[in-house]
């Protein structure tokens, strides 16, 4: 049976995207939109801003992203089209 729970990464990819998101398309990024972009409770949400904050990858006090937040967001973004590009070459008959 497969694990289907996020890890770590995927977790701070997925708020860091939800934050980029919402920035561009409203012009702010709002913590209930993030929230629901990000499919997590909302205390887990909450801690997960304050680690973010703490690794200096986001603001929390405007819900922004920092310099070293995009940088992860566009190094994960690699990393998983490298994974699909594996899949597609290895797995797919």
Request: net charge positive; glycine share 4%; hydrophobic share 35%.
């Amino acid at each position: 049976m497969l694990n289907n729970r996020r890890g770590k990464l995927e977790i701070f990819f997925d708020i860091l995207n939800a934050i980029s998101h919402e920035s561009l398309e409203n012009g702010v990024a709002r913590p209930t939109r993030v929230h629901n972009r990000s499919k997590l409770s909302y205390d887990k949400m909450q801690s997960n801003l304050n680690e973010l904050e703490k690794l200096h990858m986001i603001s929390k006090s405007s819900l922004s992203i920092t310099k070293k937040g995009r940088g992860f967001l566009a190094d994960y973004n690699k990393i998983k089209d490298l994974q699909a590009k594996i899949e597609r070459v290895y797995f797919t008959r």
